[in-house]
């Protein structure tokens, strides 16, 4: 494949694929046009081409790891592809074999077994190893141990197996060397001259030989028929080629190498020519004069067979066969018309080979344009004469020519296809890339944006920290004044506990004395000593001196009483010391906060721990007294049912079937008792009956009262010589819209309702509600008055529900008081109560004790406004 000058400057201008420094030397076609004459030329012979090339692509066996082949063969042998990075370059041939694939036994079968043939029968047939160095043109024309090169499978074909033909053929083997252009003749030596580098060892020396016309002059050959015979002479001759070890082989041939096998009788001539290394000189890596000077000789026959190709190809009329010793002894080869020309082109696959191989494939595409030239006259046979002859022979160039010359038209056409895919594909690439581009100047533009975000961000964090740390101050600060006020607030309690406490310390100094004074007074004295229960229980303490006496509000706890209230908790310490410690208050202890959290999962709890420890021993004394006689407890009401204290009938739970046999029992004893005491108490009195209510506030009362006489039951005074004593206010009134239950009391039966009346008393406190007893035990309820209350057992009072008996007090004049007392106080701390008014964790506690679910709401409800107090033995 050779361009054409056109194709040449497309190439430099459009084309920038793959260049070889041998492009300048491509064959100069003149562009031409059709030939007129061309509608003649179908009589024509077709052109002959008397070069013939195939490629052979060798292999790297020795290697384990192969690079990717740049060599592509097209399906139909013919056409081989370079790739290079970018683009690839097809040339066409007459055939193409992969060593890798074909051996040179299959090699040889293919593209040479005809040849030789043809040369057993007269023919002559010039078979050229061409390719650059290390390209495998020895390998295959001389082959290696396991496989006989194309010199002995030649000589075999031609010969015959010795064994069998015996000597039918007849040949002459000549074998030549051209070195430094020099010819020396292998087969004969020379023991006088010692050339020096590169000769035989052992003083003999190869003999030089002149050229006359187109032969070596005087050189020798042997002759036989004897295949193998001559193959051993070939063998042992062969190894005198100068060798060298270079870049590109270890032994490299630094000469031609010419086989010539003449078959005298058919007039048949094989030339077998295995050329040197069609390297360039740094590509040798030849160093100093001689060296380079000894591979610009080699090279010297390569470029000289070069031009010959060319000029025949192109026609010429001057076909330098002259200028060099190699050409000239080709010389027959291209003019004789019987002689036909197999050029091998030796190429490999390796990348790093790449320009050689191309160079390679370019000389070879050229050889095979060579078209049968004018200097190569073909007498006409049929004695025509030589003008015509010539016009056939001119003809025929030119059809080759336009042959060629189309072809390369449709390479170039298919070229610039290529390379307007190409230039689509890159400026698709293009775009891409300007997209690509554009979407990194946009980035490079949002940069900066982000960065203002950031700052953005950054700036409302800083204020939002500022804020909240504003804000924490503000808490801390708030936390604090909330801190002093309920210090102040707890010492304004404990002061006020201290009154308190100083006050029933009088009160006590009272009862007292009035114990003294009946204890030393005369019969009238001794008459209430004998009634009254509480006075008796005073004598006995008082006269028992190893009695330990104490006062302490906390009697006995092994916990210090604790109310839940509000929303706040705080814990309050002994010795009237505030613990105002911040972390105390906003973080209860884990006991506090559990069983804050239980009741109130999403309130803060606030718990309220009161202990009175440094009491004095007199006060002391006189609270052991009063816990003699009655213990107040916050025990909730069993079944006392209070849902018809607020104007419903009364329910008491006397159709209750579980109630046991006892507890009926006791009740009815204690109505019986009851009943006893109101008509013995109306027989002493005479006043109450006067005063009796205008009607029972509780039928349920009334009831249990009728059941007692009924059954004529005595009553059961309690557990251990105590009763309890429900103390409730009396119905609801327009001052007082709520009935009350203050609480439950624990008191000796002895005791009376003066005794009873001192401890509601203490229980209420410094607001020393008035009140009156009402006896309720007839169909009507009467006042007891209060002077009489010392003679009025509580014993007497009406017993309910078999549990306890039931103190209802009337209100006395000072509603505001009785109101003072019904609202809760918002302050954690009174001096031995608590005013709660939390109806929802009340009730709770009530669910907690049991109580059933219709009695807990108005229980919770009155227990929610209830003081409470808690007093246990020490
Ligand atoms: N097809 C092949 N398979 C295996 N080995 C090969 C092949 N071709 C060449 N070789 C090996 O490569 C080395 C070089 O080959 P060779 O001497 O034939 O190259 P060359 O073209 O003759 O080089 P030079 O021009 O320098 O003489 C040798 O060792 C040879 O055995």
């Known amino acids: 494949m050779a361009p054409t000058p056109s194709s040449a400057r497309s190439n430099q201008t459009q084309f920038t694929l793959i260049r070889t420094p041998q492009t300048k030397q491509r064959l100069n076609f003149h562009p031409k046009t059709p030939n007129p004459d061309s509608s003649k030329d179908h009589h024509l012979p077709p052109p002959e081409h008397p070069v013939e090339v195939v490629g052979r692509i060798r292999d790297y066996p020795e290697r384990k790891e192969k690079p990717a082949s740049i060599l592509q063969v097209n399906p139909d042998n013919q056409t081989v592809r370079v790739r290079a990075e970018v683009g690839y370059r097809d040339f066409t041939l007459d055939g193409v074999s992969f060593s890798e694939e074909e051996g040179i036994e299959s090699f040889y079968k293919k593209f040479i077994e005809e040849r030789i043939k043809g040369v057993r029968v007269g023919n002559k047939c010039t078979i050229m190893m061409y390719g650059p160095t290390g390209a495998g043109k020895s390998h295959t024309m001389f082959g290696?141990?396991?496989?006989?090169?194309?010199?002995?499978?030649?000589?075999?074909?031609?010969?015959?197996?010795?064994?069998?033909?015996?000597?039918?053929?007849?040949?002459?083997?000549?074998?030549?060397?051209?070195?430094?252009?020099?010819?020396?003749?292998?087969?004969?030596?020379?023991?006088?001259?010692?050339?020096?580098?590169?000769?035989?060892?052992?003083?003999?020396?190869?003999?030089?030989?002149?050229?006359?016309?187109?032969?070596?002059?005087?050189?020798?050959?042997?002759?036989?028929?004897?295949?193998g015979k001559i193959s051993k002479e070939i063998v042992k001759v062969e190894k005198r080629r100068i060798v060298k070890s270079t870049l590109c082989n270890e032994r490299s041939s630094r000469s031609h190498c010419m086989i010539i096998l003449d078959v005298p009788t058919v007039g048949g001539r094989l030339m077998l020519v295995d050329m040197a290394g069609s390297e360039n000189i740094d590509?040798?890596?030849?160093?100093?004069?001689?060296?380079?000077?000894?591979?610009?000789?080699?090279?010297?026959?390569?470029?000289?067979?070069?031009?010959?190709?060319?000029?025949?190809?192109?026609?010429?009329?001057?076909?330098?066969?002259?200028?060099?010793?190699?050409?000239?002894?080709?010389?027959?080869?291209?003019?004789?018309?019987?002689?036909?020309?197999?050029?091998?082109?030796?190429?490999?696959?390796?990348?790093?080979?790449?320009?050689?191989?191309?160079?390679?494939?370019?000389?070879?595409?050229?050889?095979?344009?060579?078209?049968?030239?004018?200097?190569?006259?073909?007498?006409?046979?049929?004695?025509?004469?030589?003008?015509?002859?010539?016009?056939?022979?001119?003809?025929?160039?030119?059809?080759?020519?336009?042959?060629?010359?189309?072809?390369?038209?449709?390479?170039?056409?298919?070229?610039?296809?290529?390379?307007?895919?190409?230039?689509?594909?890159?400026?698709?690439?293009?775009?891409?890339?300007?997209?690509?581009?554009?979407?990194?100047?946009?980035?490079?533009?949002?940069?900066?944006?982000?960065?203002?975000?950031?700052?953005?961000?950054?700036?409302?964090?800083?204020?939002?920290?500022?804020?909240?740390?504003?804000k924490l101050e503000e808490c801390r600060r708030m936390a604090e004044e909330f801190v002093e006020m309920e210090r102040r607030r707890m010492e304004e309690r404990i002061v006020q506990q201290q009154e308190e406490l100083e006050m029933m310390r009088r009160r006590l100094e009272e009862i007292e004395a009035e114990f003294r004074r009946s204890r030393d007074g005369g019969d009238t004295v001794k008459s209430v000593d004998e009634t009254s229960g509480f006075a008796k229980r005073l004598r006995g303490l008082y006269s028992d001196d190893d009695m330990v006496k104490s006062m302490d509000l906390d009697m006995g706890d092994p916990e210090p009483v604790r109310q839940v209230w509000g929303q706040t908790a705080v814990s309050y310490q002994p010795s009237n010391t505030i613990s105002s410690n911040l972390s105390d208050v906003l973080q209860p202890k884990p006991s506090e906060s559990m069983s804050c959290n239980q009741m109130y999962p999403d309130r803060v709890c606030l718990s309220t721990v009161f202990e009175e420890e440094e009491v004095e021993e007199d006060e002391e004394k006189v609270i052991i007294e009063d816990k003699s006689i009655c213990s107040i407890t916050t025990t909730p009401v069993p079944s006392l049912n209070f849902g018809g204290m607020g104007g419903e009938e009364n329910s008491f739970n006397i159709t209750d079937d579980k109630e046991s046999a006892m507890s009926r029992k006791m009740r009815i004893q204690n109505i019986f008792t009851l009943c006893g005491n109101q008509r013995e108490m109306s027989q002493h009195t005479g006043q109450e009956n006067d005063q009796l209510l205008p009607m029972t506030t509780n039928k349920a009362e009334a009831l249990a009262v009728e059941e007692a006489k009924e059954n004529n039951i005595s009553v059961d005074e309690g557990?251990?010589?105590?009763?309890?004593?429900?103390?409730?206010?009396?119905?609801?009134?327009?001052?007082?819209?709520?009935?009350?239950?203050?609480?439950?009391?624990?008191?000796?039966?002895?005791?009376?309702?003066?005794?009873?009346r001192k401890l509601i008393e203490i229980y209420l406190g410094s607001d020393n509600q008035a009140f009156t007893f009402l006896k309720l035990g007839g169909p009507c309820g009467a006042q007891v008055a209060k002077e009489k209350e010392s003679t009025v057992e509580a014993t007497s009072l009406p017993f309910c529900n078999g549990h306890a008996y039931l103190a209802t007090l009337r209100p006395g004049k000072s509603s505001s008081q009785l109101r003072s007392l019904t609202q809760a106080s918002p302050l954690p701390l009174t001096p031995i109560e608590n005013k709660m008014q939390f109806t929802t964790p009340i009730s709770k506690v009530t669910q907690k004790h049991q109580v059933d679910d219709e009695l807990s709401s108005p229980i919770a409800a009155h227990l929610s406004s209830t003081p409470f107090i808690t007093l246990r033995r020490h």
């Open 144 to 227: 290696c141990g396991k496989e006989p090169g194309i010199v002995y499978r030649s000589l075999r074909d031609i010969l015959g197996d010795s064994d069998q033909d015996g000597g039918v053929t007849f040949v002459q083997v000549s074998v030549l060397e051209v070195y430094n252009e020099e010819i020396y003749d292998l087969l004969s030596t020379n023991s006088s001259n010692n050339l020096g580098i590169g000769w035989p060892k052992g003083g003999s020396t190869k003999v030089r030989l002149e050229v006359m016309g187109k032969k070596a002059k005087n050189a020798t050959f042997i002759s036989g028929t004897e295949a």
């Open 283 to 470: 590509q040798a890596g030849q160093t100093g004069f001689e060296a380079k000077m000894q591979t610009a000789k080699i090279n010297q026959g390569n470029i000289a067979l070069k031009r010959v190709v060319e000029s025949i190809a192109n026609g010429d009329s001057h076909v330098p066969f002259r200028d060099s010793k190699l050409t000239m002894l080709l010389q027959d080869s291209f003019e004789d018309d019987k002689s036909k020309i197999l050029m091998i082109l030796c190429a490999s696959p390796d990348p790093k080979e790449m320009h050689k191989t191309l160079c390679t494939l370019e000389y070879g595409a050229k050889a095979k344009c060579i078209v049968r030239g004018s200097h190569t006259p073909n007498k006409d046979k049929n004695g025509g004469d030589e003008s015509s002859s010539s016009a056939v022979i001119l003809g025929t160039r030119i059809a080759a020519m336009d042959e060629f010359i189309s072809k390369l038209q449709s390479e170039k056409k298919q070229q610039e296809k290529e390379r307007n895919d190409a230039q689509k594909q890159l400026k698709k690439k293009e775009e891409e890339v300007a997209a690509l581009r554009s979407l990194l100047i946009q980035k490079e533009a949002c940069a900066p944006n982000e960065e203002a975000i950031k700052e953005k961000v950054n700036e409302r964090t800083q204020l939002l920290k500022a804020e909240l740390e504003k």
């Open 719 to 756: 557990n251990n010589g105590q009763i309890d004593i429900y103390v409730k206010w009396e119905a609801t009134t327009a001052d007082n819209p709520r009935k009350q239950l203050i609480t439950t009391l624990r008191v000796t039966k002895d005791a009376t309702l003066a005794d009873l």
